[in-house]
Structure formats: structure tokens, C-alpha cells
């Protein structure tokens, strides 16, 4: 038993998540893959629509209905928001789910229906999935179903941020996250401003006021903070394919210093594999974690008096997505929690 | 004398602000470019160090010691900071000079001395330069014989702010400006952090609370506000040659509303052919100004009640430095404020 | 009449060839554009479909079909191939046309129908119609009512080897062009491979001995050997925007030596105001000539004897398209060759 | 004695070869990072030097010389050439030496001096060095105590081309490579040319007849062929960080057909772990082996008869230096050769 393969499932395997998922499984001591779908590439071998994978071993894509579930023990659903929510209700129930996108993030129904324009379609479900940011939801997370990774945007901000609202250190309702993504945040799309002549050489905010990452960001600052805040959450589109920086403005609460902030920071994340302060004289920067389930933080006291700056930085596609996917599984299946997750960055 | 062609130096010729100022200036209808000093490549060929110069007919680089400036009409000086004063105080009268440096640009001597690290030593001609934000100093630019041209993250940002603080509209002891770059904002100099290798696919913020241009956004929104206010100015170094945008966070005036601030802005820049606001639909982007001297504004509400985002961008080189150099010197020499620069932007 | 206006439409113009065309337009002394033709967005604005051009005055967006073509002097085309040559088989005859596409570059009908595998639609036409490789067929262009521009890679090709193959100095049936160039050559359409995501941080050849700019430059260089010869074309997209460098590995002709290539190129285009020889220690690079209408030419020895390696590079925007679209529109209405294209590179 | 970890250590660990090794080591099974020197940067902590390595425990960088080699297994050496050969000979006996340099690749002392300037100093060394092109030298290398692993580009253009020069398929005379390199394949140096604003949206020719890789190619292309060759080598920097691509056209032998290239290829490395002809339709790019010790090939008809154009592609830091060291260790230490290489490509 304590060599068992434990089989998995991608579907959604034509999309970067379900992607960088495969990737990261496919070096997993413990992940065999086992069935990947794409419903509009089925039929196809992975590596024609994923070249990179060439020399693996890997399952051809299939219709997410022809999947045959017996025998399986986990799912990685990487599908787009709004279709995961019916396709992962007509799961069997044995199967542990660790959904990557953003159908089962939001607690309240009312705050679902009106930012994603529609009524959800799976309420059962969503009052039992589990917001999957590892460090804060370990407990329920070992003991979930179904686990709702959170979006890479609020992996980054909200590591920054929950310790200090947490332990009093900042006004929750003073907090402007501007945040800068590479172009894989947006998917593999064909839209036009993410070709390589529109979003090269160049860089714009997008979504102002208006990002569907925003509810989710409230929903746990708000829990952490004890009363419902609004925060600012500015999204820029920056040339690079992947990497995640926040850049968070927030008012110190009255007393605090930037060295408190650092010490809670410190104590929250303390032994964890992950998720790490700046050494000394480093600034984050997403070269530091690319292609890596690491988060770099840094905090920095503002020039205008009760301020302070605080910097996080991770890869979108992985702690941002696919890399926490795997380290829910592993809280999941009683696997040490950085198994398969042991990449260093990829720099240059 | 209607045809005379006006006889221009530039001093640090081998820079990248130095570089642009040829680039527009040879496309000039009135310039002639008849001195080019760089004392490190003294005696070399202006292509031998910009070879994209191969095309045209330039004056050798000579030592800024060997010009002979009898006969010369206008300097652009686009020498490092620090060492842009003592050069400019040994130029003889006659000249026009335009400095892209920061050396003129504060007119306090002691927060140069403070931000800068030495006493200011042209004490004399600091007092009489003009800062040369065209817009908002265009009258006494015309008379003006030594323009301080501002950095390219003050006329980013303060092209934006300006006619807000002025109004009233804004609070401008709460003002947050989270400032992207593209590379060649750091100049030409053979540092670790700008090879391609390190500065490619990723982005990280630098020079956090304490890069030089605060203190020069500083005056200006202190003298618009009528008192002394501190602001947060945060640069990052994100993965492209040009182009710089600002995103400024602010808390509005008791009574004001966005719709105010683009009111303000319109008003402020009603005809102006280099300031825009951004057209209905479209979100300002660097790529839309690459290689113009256009600067591109918009507003946005806040989702946090009583605030607004503020988006502005330009080309650094460009508005950011020897564009608008240029558009000073159009202004003392009594020439259309547009001569030269009416090039659109290069895109994609 | 010295100073009248020259009407001009831009049918095609949500394009990037449009584009360009449109931004060199708007700097040139005496156009006017008075015609912007896009079908799939008529009754647009211009900036609504390219943002960049937000400070300019264009007329609307219309449908081909709707334009009313009195009045107007010439026609630039950019649509894509195959869809030219019935849209200006339409057009009155009183204008001057400059198509921008393949459709009227190939003199032999059956070598069209090979490569675009339909038959041509416009014979008439193609008969009368001008290569216009402007160095090469200047006489023809000035006189011409249909030009035909070439195509980017062709233009940086041939400029190099058609002197070179005239004066019987390198062996034209053994050719190699190993081209490279930027994603804007593909256009603005919305395929996968163009994503910024799959084509940044990596490179790959396409078309490899099937591209249809062989063809093209098939014949002509048969036409200046005097005999029908095959060339290898291997074309590689780069994760750059702009640019495209063409590296050609020849055969020298019994007795030739690489000073003797020099030779022919320098008499070849001596006087000429946009093809150049590379300086003395200038090794070619597109960053040297974007945004421009220049070509650099150079030539090397090979280690292998009697071999020898060219090297010509240019924007594929301008001098592979728009740019020298405008500069055989000089040509036909008698104007000095370089109106508008006196731009100097944009570097960095 | 199954478990014991191997100590290894890192002689030039503060460049990119070195950095790309311990990102390689810290995650291979029986690997300890024991010792890393960096003479200039010595005292320092790892991740001063590259904070990627933030979260790995690491020894501090300490000068060679101080080194204790007792009880060190294995020495990687990433020094600049020239720089390794007297390092390399003051190395105790016990140790297993595998040098990602270029001092010890070329057999003929006349021919090394020819090409690097100056006499090699360890010429004892030289003769017992082995080449490790791994596929091609396994015998070899499983014996060697000195490994001199080969370039990125000989490398690259030696798998595709030594089956073939074999098999007696292609002519040995008539082979000419066009290499395409990323950035990181000039070091971490202080170079212009290297800065992003430089080698940024941008690409042209360098060593063109000149680059230290010929010699190289040439000595095993000879050896296969049974006679001395000269070959073209003419490499590009391409603007991304890591990645190389060798175009390289050929002629066929008489009566040899593209076909008859594949199936050497296909016998050459029929069960290789990582190289691979390109499946069907799927054309080598550099995207797809990325971060990986893959090389991918293909080959092509071209249109010019009795020609053939060959792609190969492959991660320069990885298989082209640092993995394909990792792969010789494993040789050397009787290891699974795929021990820490297992990582699939990052992509995008």
C-alpha cells in the first residue's frame, strides 16, 4: 500500500492549469495519471496539443462523459469558471475533487450570482467545498472533498494579507492591492489583446473596479477581519508568460510598526516549505519563483507616516493554481505536503 | 532668418535620453545638430555607439571640454544627475540650455542635498532654471534660459495629478503612486539587474520609499496644494525597452466625484496636442504611446467608497525626457509647440 | 498645386500593414487620408481598432463597398491575399493602386495557382502590374497604375542577392535564406501559436519548404540568373514584435571573392537613401533599423572557401511593407523619394 | 551504501551554468550539495548570489582555493574557459571531474590554441579528458574520471548531424549550421549587448566565422566522416533567456533520401530517454524543452533536390550544459541516467 499509485484525473487538460498540473504530476512519486479530458481536442495525444509532453507517458484526451471513474481516486478539474460547477456535481462520490477554478471560491451565493452573472448550479456542493489557500485551511482541507483552490491573485494577496488583519496590524478596510500578472493568467484563449504584438513591449491595468478575484479577496479578509470590508484590487497585464506580483498599500493600525508586521508574517509562516520572507537585502521578484510552489513576501515602512508596502510574488500557474492543487492533494491523501512540489525556480 | 536652422549640441550624446534627442531631432525642421559630446567615446562616430544612426549625417563625438560654442543656439544636456551642474555652469551665456538631468529640478537646496547626497554646486543657476512640465509651465519655459525638464515619473504622474490637487478635488496627503517602467529607464549602464537574463520574464519593484523622483513630485504637489504633503511613489521594473505608466490611488475631496476629476482634467488639458484623456472603451496602455510624445490619461472610481484610480502613461524617453526637451525648446525658440514631434506611435 | 493635398484611402486598414501605412501617412507632407475601408469593423473609429492612433484625425471606418472613390488619388491595399485582387479589379481607373498583398506579385498564372491553390481573379490586372522592389524596378514604378509590392522576407532577400546573382558572382541555384522574424508578420489574426504565451521566451521555424514568399523570390532571382533556379526558405518566427534579419549562405562564383560582393552591393545601391552597407564593424541587427525604412546590408567570408554569408535585415512593417508602399507612392506622384519616411529607428 | 548521498561540489557557482547545476542537484536523489566556490563573491550566501535559491539550505560560496576536498565525491566545474584547466589540474586525485568548460573539448593542443589564443596548461589532463556527448561517448564516460561536457551548440548540432555523418547520409562538407541562442548563452557577464534594452525585441548574427564552438563541431563531424571538414557555423542571439535551435541544411549523400535521415535518427536513439525525433506535425521549438534535458529533432526535404534541411532543439543551460553534466555523473556513479533529470518542461 505505501507504494500504491494514487490515480488521478485531469479534466480540462488542454488549458495551462490543467497543463502545469500535468507536469507537476507527471514527476510526483505518487500521482499516476490516469485519464485526462478536454472535450475539444478528445481524441487527440496529449502532446499534440501540449508539444512539451512528447516524451511522456501520458493518457490520450477524452470527452469528459467517457471517463470510466471506477479505479479512480482524485480529480483536478481545471475547466473554466461556471462549467465546473455541473460537470463536478455529476462526479461519482468516491472521488476526491480539487477544482482549480473559481465555482466553489465563494461562500455566499448572492456575492457568486452577481459577480459571475448567474445563479449557481451546485449550491450543495459549495456549502461543503473547502477554500483550498493551504496555510490558512490545512485542517479542513485534509478532511475536504472537495477543495476550491483559491485564484492566483488572492494566493498571493491573501498571504500577505490575512496574518496581519488577523493579528489587528492594518486597517482592513484601507487596503489597495495592485497587482501585476503575466499573460498565462489570462489563459490559453485566442483573444486579441493577448497576442504576442498586443501584450508584448507594453503593459496596461485591466478589469479596474471590476475583477471577478476581488469577492474572493473580500470574502476572506473580511472573515479575518471580523466585519465586511472593501478592498481595491488593480490587476496589470505585464510581458512576461508567467509570475504573480502584489504590490499592497496599507495603513498601519494605530501603534503597529513595520517590524510587527514582519513578526507576524514570520510567526504565521514558520516551518512552512513555501512560503517565505525576503531574506535580507532581497526584493521579490517572480524570477525568484518561477516555475516553483514557492512565496516570496517583503514588507517595507511607507514614507508617508503609518504606511507600510507590502510586496508578494509567486507563479501564478503553480502556487497560484496547479502547484496548490497538488499540495491540497497531498494534505488529502496523507503524503508529505512538498511531494512533487520539490522544483527549484527556474532562472534565468 | 524664417529658414534659419537653429544649431543645437547635445552633451552626453552616448545615453539613451541623448540618443532620443538625435533621434527627433534629426526628423527636426528647424534643428541642426552640429556639436555631439560623450567623453567617454570622444572620437568615435555617433553610429560607432548608436549604430541605428548608420543613416544619418552627424558631427563626430568630441569631449564636452573641445566644443567650440560660437555659434551655437540651444544645449541639450543629457548627462547623468550630479554631474550635469558643474558642465552647466562652465556653458557661456549665449546658450539656451535644456538639462534632462535631475541636477535643476528641486529647488530646495536642501532636499537636493538630502535625496542627492552632496550640497548642490551651481546654487546660482538652480535658482533661476525653470521646471520644464510644459503644460503647466509654459510661460515661463518661453522666457526661461535653463529648463529643468522634469523626470519621467514626475510628468507621468503629476501631468495627472496636478489639475486634481489644484481643483481641489483630491486629498493630496493621500496620494499612492504605483509607478511600472520599462528598462531603458535605467539608462544605458552595465548593471546585473538590467542584462537580459535577469530583467526578462519577470518583474520586481525597486529603489521601494526611497527613489529620487519623490522628493521632485513632491514639490510640485506641495506648491499645488499649498502645503508641505508627503506621497508614496513605488516603481517597478517590468520587462519591456519603453514606455512607463502610473497608477495613482487616491481618496477624493469631501463633495467630489470622478466624473469631476475627468471635468478637471479635460478643462486642464482642453487643446493641448501632447495630453489626452483616453477615448471611451479604451484603457491606457504604454504600447499606445511608444515612441510619441503623447501622454494618455484615465479615471476610474474606486469600489471603495470615496476613492478613484488614476491611470496615466507615456514613453519615457520620449514625454519622459528628450520629447518633451524638445517641446521646451520649441517654446523659447517661438516655434508650433509640435515641430518635431508630431511622430505617432509605433505599435505594434 | 505644389501644395495640394493627395488623396489617399487605406482599404484593409485593421490590419498591422494598415497600420503602419496609416502612421507614416500621418506624418507625410502631402497626403491625406481620406478613406479608412475595414468591413468586419465599419463604423468604427480608427482608435477603437488601433488605440495608438487616439491623438490623430482619421476618418471613420467603412465598408469597401461604401467608399466613394471620387476624389481620391491612390489607393494603398492591406488586405490579405487572395481577397485583393477581386476588391481592386473594382476599383475606377482614375486612381493609382499600391497593393500591399501577395496577389499581384507572381507574373506566372500557374505559379499562383500552385502555391495559393486557386486560380488568379484579375488577370488583366496582374498582367500590367509593377514588382515594386523599388531599388530594382524604379523606372516601371513610376509609371505604373497597379504596384505590387513585394513581400517582407522577399524584400530583404532579394535587396541583398539580386546584384549580387546580376553580376554573375555567387551561384544562384545554390541559395539557403535562413530568415527570422518578428510575430507582427503573421498579421493580427487570432491563432494559438501567436499568443504571447506560446510565442515569447522560445523560437521555432514555420513554412519550412512551403512558405509562399519563395515563390516570389524565385522569380526574380531567375529572372536576374537568367535561368529558373530553386532556393531553400526557411523562415523562423522570433518573440519579437517587429523586425525581420535574413542570414544567406551562397556559393561564390568561380574566381569571386567576398570584396567583390561588397563591391557589387556598393555600386548597387550607391546614392540610394535606404539601403546601406553596414559601417566597419557593424554587425546587422533589426534593432538598428525598426520602425524605419532602412535596410542594412553585410557580407561575410565563410571558413568553408568559396562559400560566403549574407546578411540584410529590416522592419517587415515598413520597408517590408508600408513603408515601402509610400515610397513607390513617391515615386508615381513625382515626389521626393523619402516624403515621409525620414524616420530614424526607435531604439531601444 | 545503497542510500549514501554522492558529495558534490560546485566550482564557478555564481554563473548561470553553475546556478542551473545546483538548481538541478538540490533536487536530485543522491546528490548532496557539499561545497560551492565563486572566488569573487566569496562569503557570501547562495541566495545573495541568486535569490531563487532562497528556500534551499545551501553552503555559503567560499574562494576554490579553500575548499576541503576530503570526502568530496564529484566536482562540476562552470568556470570561463581557459580558467578551468589549472583549476581543474590542482584537483586531488579521488575526484570525479565533470567540466561544463570549454578547456578540455578539443583533442589537438595546436588546434585549442589556435582557437582560445594560448597554450593549454594541462595538457596531461587534456589527453585522458573525455568528450561527454552522452548518447555518443556512454562507454567512455561510464570509465572517465575528467568529463569535458560539450557545448550547447555542439551540442545541439552534433545529435542531429554525427547519425547521419555515420551512416555516411549527408555530405560532411556541405554542412552549414544557423544556430539560434537565447541570451543565456553569453554568461552572466557585463556585456552592452546583453542589457534587455540591447538584446531586446531584437536579434542579429555574432562570431560570425569566428565562434570557439566550430572547432568543436568540427573535430567529431571529422572523426564520424574519417576526414578533416569545415563547416559553417553561424549562431544569433534571439531576444528570450534560455533556448537554442540549430537549423542546419545539408546534401544528401548520392541516392540518400530524407527518409533514410529519420530512420538513423530513429536507430541512433531508439530508447534514449531524451532524445527524440518530433512526433508527427509537431514542429521543435524551443518552448518544448525548456527547463528540460530534452532535445527534439526533425528533418525536412527541402525544395532545392538532393538537399535536406534539420532541426534540433534543445535547453542550452540543461541538456546543453548543466543536465547533460548531471547525465554524465549519473554514468560515472553507476546511477539511473535519468537521477534528477526527470523534470518535464516548463511551459509556457
Redesign the interface.
Known amino acids: 500500500m505505501a507504494d500504491r499509485k494514487i490515480k488521478i484525473a485531469v479534466i480540462g487538460a488542454s488549458g495551462?492549469t490543467g497543463?502545469d498540473l500535468?507536469?507537476l504530476a507527471?514527476?510526483h512519486p505518487r500521482m499516476e495519471i490516469a485519464i485526462l479530458t478536454a472535450n475539444t481536442h478528445a481524441g487527440k495525444?496529449a502532446?499534440?496539443v501540449?508539444?512539451?509532453?512528447?516524451?511522456?507517458e501520458l493518457p490520450p484526451l477524452i470527452k469528459t462523459d467517457d471517463a470510466d471513474w471506477r479505479g479512480i481516486d482524485a480529480v483536478f478539474c481545471g475547466l473554466p469558471h461556471a462549467t465546473s460547477q455541473e460537470v463536478i456535481k455529476s462526479l461519482p462520490d468516491h472521488l476526491k475533487i480539487i477544482d482549480m477554478s473559481a465555482d466553489f471560491r465563494l461562500r455566499n451565493p448572492a456575492v457568486y450570482e452577481k459577480w459571475y452573472g448567474t445563479p449557481h448550479k451546485a449550491l450543495d456542493l459549495q456549502k461543503v467545498a473547502v477554500y483550498g489557500l493551504t496555510e490558512h485551511y490545512r485542517d479542513a482541507i485534509r478532511k475536504a472533498r472537495l477543495v476550491a483552490c483559491p485564484g492566483c491573485y488572492p494566493t498571493a494577496a491573501l498571504l500577505m494579507l490575512l496574518p496581519l488583519v488577523k493579528d489587528g496590524l492594518i486597517d482592513a478596510?484601507?487596503v489597495?492591492i495592485?497587482a501585476?500578472s503575466?499573460?498565462?493568467g489570462a489563459g490559453?484563449s485566442?483573444?486579441?489583446n493577448?497576442?504576442?504584438?498586443?501584450?508584448?513591449?507594453?503593459?496596461?491595468?485591466?478589469g479596474?473596479?471590476s475583477h471577478r478575484h476581488?469577492p474572493e479577496m473580500e470574502q476572506e479578509i473580511s472573515k479575518a477581519a471580523g466585519r465586511e470590508v472593501?478592498?481595491?484590487f488593480?490587476p496589470?497585464l505585464?510581458?512576461?508568460?508567467?509570475?504573480e506580483?502584489c504590490?499592497s498599500?496599507v495603513r498601519l493600525a494605530s501603534g503597529a510598526t513595520v517590524d510587527d508586521l514582519a513578526r507576524s508574517l514570520e510567526s504565521a509562516y514558520r516551518g512552512e516549505?513555501?512560503v517565505?520572507l525576503?531574506?535580507e537585502?532581497?526584493?521579490?521578484?517572480?524570477?525568484?519563483?518561477?516555475?516553483?510552489n514557492?512565496v516570496?513576501l517583503a514588507v517595507?515602512?511607507?514614507?508617508?507616516?503609518g504606511?507600510a508596502?507590502l510586496?508578494s510574488?509567486l507563479d501564478n500557474l503553480v502556487k497560484g493554481s496547479a502547484g496548490q492543487a497538488i499540495q491540497n492533494f497531498n494534505l488529502i491523501f496523507g503524503l508529505p505536503e512538498t511531494s512533487g512540489l520539490?522544483?527549484?525556480?527556474?532562472?534565468?
Open positions: 495551462y497543463a500535468i507536469r507527471a514527476a495525444k502532446h499534440e501540449f508539444p512539451h509532453f512528447s516524451a511522456l478596510s484601507d489597495l495592485d501585476k503575466g499573460v498565462s490559453r485566442l483573444k486579441q493577448l497576442l504576442f504584438t498586443e501584450a508584448g513591449e507594453g503593459l496596461s491595468p485591466y479596474i473596479a476581488a472593501i478592498i481595491n488593480t496589470h505585464i510581458p512576461m508568460s508567467r509570475g506580483l504590490t498599500y516549505p513555501f517565505h525576503a531574506p537585502g532581497i526584493t521579490p521578484a517572480t524570477q525568484f519563483v518561477r516555475g516553483s514557492h516570496m517595507y515602512a511607507d514614507r508617508i507616516p504606511r508596502i510586496v510574488t520539490e522544483q527549484v525556480a527556474l532562472f534565468p
